[in-house]
């Protein structure tokens, strides 16, 4: 069996190679070739290096293969995973900062920022899809983890690819819990939905047994907190939210503090470059701790397992970017929703999601709304088309900046963006304008 990860030259990658490891190992996935693959060849030297590294260490029964041909890469493969940055960390410090300069939130997956990466990014995924439906067959499946997660994922079921998005906050929390009460993480399981980056926990089980209350209405709740909001707004929803909704009702303080010079794109820089400088150390054999400052924490276990799932139809419980075909009510079929899913071979199937509150609805439909424009946008080139989605973005919408600001994202990534600049494109080297 042979499992691919475009975008191999990931600080991503180490933690994810610990996790196929860990399941070849115990005999859970027969993987006989793990390939990575990235078209900055110096870069997936020193990731495939520790990977190999690693994989030695834990006797790992296969072969890795390091390869910058997407084609040889993807032939044939179980499985392909997506987790690539169009322009690199620094395309990200312009999504972070050019909404700045216009009295909005910068941020990579939401707002203003989101949109210019979902413009960059969707294109090239899909191109990769179609290699992977073309060379791996129809059969395989491929996992996004690329932000933004939920319109990445919308574009490749569109397009009728077989792909599921992953994102690691569902996960994350169900850790967090399990810890807490002190159970295995298995017995935990989250009453989770919404979108990706907008989502929603309303029950919290373990062992069946309904736990939310204890951490809303007990000292659990300021740590759970923490970045998702003030205990009162959590007591008020009678929910935990994803820590992303805090640029959606916290958005003053979010401005005042990147206008202040706080954005995350510069400390993951520093978290990159110190990372990468560790990876070259030919003793090291082990993800190093700082891996866990970069974010993505529980990443390697939910993309495994996810895999395992899909390719062995052991019927796990997995949080999952999914087509919606009413399992969110008051959103459209084509939806993409984040959700509690049992996968198996034949995909994830929905657990049933009780109606979302008004309050949570609303913005849903919303940002929803806001994605179906993202993806035509990025499919098409249409400026009147990307102009109506940052109209319907919640952290935009005043007609008076969209204009102008669509006009600055635009050229900021001109040459990441053939369908709107086809003669720059042909100008522009396409390996330029990935990093995993």
Same mark, same amino acid.
């Given at each position: 069996?042979?499992?691919?990860?475009?975008?191999?030259?990931?600080?991503?990658?180490?933690?994810?190679?610990?996790?196929?490891?860990?399941?070849?190992?115990?005999?859970?996935? &027969?993987?006989?070739?793990?390939?990575?693959?990235?078209?900055?060849?110096?870069?997936?030297?020193?990731?495939?290096?520790?990977?190999?590294?690693?994989?030695?260490?834990?006797?790992?029964?296969?072969?890795?293969?390091?390869?910058?041909?997407?084609?040889?890469?993807?032939?044939?493969?179980? %499985?392909?995973?997506?987790?690539?940055?169009?322009?690199?960390?620094?395309?990200?410090?312009?999504?972070?900062?050019?909404?700045?300069?216009?009295?909005?939130?910068?941020?990579?997956?939401?707002?203003?920022?989101?949109?210019?990466?979902?413009?960059?990014?969707?294109?090239?995924?899909?191109?990769?899809?179609?290699?992977?439906?073309?060379?791996?067959?129809?059969?395989?499946?491929?996992?996004?983890?690329?932000?933004?997660?939920?319109?990445?994922?919308?574009?490749?079921?569109?397009?009728?690819?077989?792909?599921?998005?992953?994102?690691?906050?569902?996960?994350?929390?169900?850790?967090?819990?399990?810890?807490?009460?002190?159970?295995?993480?298995?017995?935990?399981?989250?009453?989770?939905?919404?979108?990706?980056?907008?989502?929603?926990?309303?029950?919290?089980?373990?062992?069946?047994?309904?736990?939310?209350?204890?951490?809303?209405?007990?000292?659990?709740?300021?740590?759970?907190?923490?970045?998702?909001?003030?205990?009162?707004?959590?007591?008020?929803?009678?929910?935990?939210?994803?820590?992303?909704?805090?640029?959606?009702?916290?958005?003053?303080?979010?401005?005042?503090?990147?206008?202040?010079?706080?954005?995350? %794109?510069?400390?993951?820089?520093?978290?990159?470059?110190?990372?990468?400088?560790?990876?070259?150390?030919?003793?090291?054999?082990?993800?190093?701790?700082?891996?866990?400052?970069?974010?993505?924490?529980?990443?390697?276990?939910?993309?495994? &397992?996810?895999?395992?799932?899909?390719?062995?139809?052991?019927?796990?419980?997995?949080?999952?970017?999914?087509?919606?075909?009413?399992?969110?009510?008051?959103?459209?079929?084509?939806?993409?929703?984040?959700?509690?899913?049992?996968?198996?071979?034949?995909?994830?199937?929905?657990?049933?999601?009780?109606?979302?509150?008004?309050?949570?609805?609303?913005?849903?439909?919303?940002?929803?709304?806001?994605?179906?424009?993202?993806?035509?946008?990025?499919?098409?080139?249409?400026?009147?088309?990307?102009?109506?989605?940052?109209?319907?973005?919640?952290?935009?919408?005043?007609?008076?900046?969209?204009?102008?600001?669509?006009?600055?994202?635009?050229?900021?990534?001109?040459?990441?963006?053939?369908?709107?600049?086809?003669?720059?494109?042909? %100008?522009?080297?396409?390996?330029?304008?990935?990093?995993?």
């Amino acid at each position: 069996m042979k499992i691919t990860v475009v975008g191999g030259g990931s600080t991503y990658t180490p933690e994810l190679i610990e996790g196929f490891a860990a399941r070849a190992r115990a005999g859970t996935l &027969a993987i006989d070739e793990l390939v990575l693959n990235d078209i900055d060849a110096e870069r997936l030297a020193v990731v495939g290096g520790l990977a190999q590294r690693i994989l030695d260490r834990t006797g790992f029964p296969g072969r890795l293969v390091c390869t910058t041909d997407l084609d040889d890469a993807v032939r044939d493969a179980a %499985a392909v995973l997506i987790q690539l940055r169009v322009g690199g960390q620094a395309a990200r410090m312009t999504d972070e900062t050019t909404p700045n300069r216009y009295g909005l939130v910068g941020q990579e997956t939401t707002g203003a920022g989101g949109f210019a990466k979902a413009l960059r990014t969707v294109p090239v995924v899909l191109d990769i899809a179609d290699r992977v439906r073309a060379l791996a067959g129809p059969a395989a499946w491929i996992i996004d983890f690329t932000n933004p997660v939920g319109i990445v994922t919308r574009a490749l079921q569109h397009a009728g690819h077989r792909a599921l998005g992953l994102c690691n906050v569902g996960i994350g929390f169900q850790r967090r819990f399990a810890q807490a009460f002190g159970v295995e993480p298995g017995r935990v399981r989250l009453g989770h939905a919404g979108l990706n980056h907008l989502s929603w926990i309303r029950s919290v089980t373990v062992d069946g047994d309904e736990r939310l209350p204890e951490i809303l209405d007990g000292p659990l709740l300021d740590e759970v907190a923490g970045r998702t909001g003030a205990p009162s707004l959590l007591r008020t929803l009678r929910a935990i939210p994803s820590y992303y909704l805090h640029y959606f009702w916290g958005t003053s303080r979010e401005l005042a503090a990147q206008q202040a010079g706080e954005h995350r %794109a510069s400390a993951v820089q520093a978290i990159e470059a110190e990372l990468l400088a560790m990876y070259a150390d030919p003793t090291l054999d082990h993800k190093p701790e700082l891996l866990e400052s970069r974010g993505g924490a529980y990443y390697s276990e939910a993309a495994a &397992a996810l895999v395992t799932s899909l390719l062995t139809g052991d019927g796990a419980h997995h949080y999952v970017n999914v087509r919606n075909d009413g399992t969110v009510a008051g959103l459209p079929g084509d939806a993409v929703v984040e959700v509690g899913a049992i996968v198996d071979t034949g995909g994830a199937h929905p657990l049933p999601v009780p109606d979302l509150a008004p309050e949570m609805l609303g913005l849903v439909q919303a940002v929803t709304a806001y994605e179906i424009l993202a993806v035509q946008a990025a499919t098409t080139g249409d400026r009147t088309v990307a102009a109506r989605a940052l109209l319907a973005n919640p952290l935009v919408r005043e007609w008076h900046l969209v204009e102008s600001l669509l006009d600055d994202l635009l050229e900021t990534n001109r040459r990441f963006l053939p369908a709107f600049f086809p003669a720059a494109a042909e %100008a522009e080297p396409k390996a330029a304008s990935i990093r995993g």
